[in-house]
């Protein structure tokens, strides 16, 4: 049988992401969740205790779950909305899984920068195409297949390594303060195997980073 799309769509953009929750700091008085979904990050953020949460989405099919879970939010192109005229500051906004879809990620970054309170912080998750899964089927297989989700998801148009991440924060007038990341998980064969090349490059069996950001220039 045949999945219905409409479901798989839902269900990826309803997914809950507790390590990403996990970095938005206890109490703050507003959070921007940049690409929201359907909401699925809401509970886990209201869980940390945030007095409101707001969120901005561009599928208008995500308004009625997003009523029941933000403060506010708005539906549009996160590259394109402008928030200037709403005179207000977030102490955390969260990019979870977005950057690499936008077309301009650099300046995009940059301007959500100038809605962050001195003193708060920027929460991403970026996948890493330093990946030695993905370097294997290139190199040995010849394959750069996408799919529907994942390191090579259809709709990422940018792909990110360490440095490359590292430049985008720095241009963007952010100091990373954490870097963390997802790992693959390997099976004991195919951990023997690559022991020598993950060693030598850690960054190979990473799968996403994780970051949290503060504005260089912070008070």
């Keep these: 049988m045949v999945k219905n799309l409409s479901s798989v769509a839902d269900q990826y953009f309803s997914s809950a992401r507790p390590e990403v929750a996990s970095m938005v700091p206890w109490g703050v008085?507003?959070?921007?969740?940049?690409?929201?979904?359907f909401g699925g990050l809401?509970?886990?953020?209201?869980?940390?205790?945030?007095q409101k949460i707001y969120g901005i989405e561009i599928n208008p099919r995500a308004s009625e779950q997003l009523k029941k879970a933000y403060d506010r939010f708005w539906i549009g192109d996160v590259e394109t909305i402008d928030l200037s005229?709403?005179?207000?500051?977030?102490?955390?906004?969260?990019f979870?899984?977005?950057?690499?879809?936008?077309?301009?990620?650099?300046?995009?970054?940059?301007?959500?920068?100038?809605?962050?309170?001195?003193?708060?912080?920027?929460?991403?998750?970026?996948?890493?195409?330093?990946?030695?899964?993905?370097?294997y089927r290139l190199l040995f297989q010849g394959f750069w297949t996408y799919s529907n989700s994942?390191?090579?998801d259809k709709t990422?148009?940018?792909?990110?390594?360490?440095?490359?991440?590292?430049?985008l924060f720095i241009d963007s007038g952010?100091?990373?303060?954490?870097?963390?990341?997802?790992?693959?998980?390997?099976?004991?064969?195919?951990?023997v195997i690559t022991a020598i090349?993950?060693?030598?490059?850690?960054?190979?069996?990473?799968?996403?980073?994780?970051?949290?950001?503060k504005k260089t220039n912070a008070i």
Aim: net charge negative; glycine share 6%; hydrophobic share 45%.
């Design 29 to 37: 008085e507003r959070v921007l969740d940049v690409g929201c979904g």
């Design 42 to 50: 809401a509970p886990l953020i209201r869980a940390r205790e945030a």
């Design 85 to 94: 005229c709403e005179e207000m500051r977030f102490d955390c906004i969260i």
């Design 96 to 135: 979870a899984d977005v950057l690499e879809h936008l077309i301009d990620p650099w300046g995009t970054l940059k301007k959500y920068t100038q809605y962050l309170a001195p003193d708060g912080v920027i929460v991403a998750s970026i996948p890493n195409v330093q990946n030695l899964g993905l370097i």
């Design 150 to 152: 994942g390191l090579l």
């Design 156 to 167: 990422h148009l940018r792909f990110f390594t360490r440095k490359e991440i590292e430049a």
């Design 174 to 191: 952010l100091k990373i303060e954490l870097m963390g990341g997802n790992r693959d998980q390997y099976s004991f064969l195919r951990s």
């Design 197 to 213: 090349p993950r060693l030598l490059i850690p960054d190979l069996e990473v799968c996403q980073f994780l970051i949290i950001a």
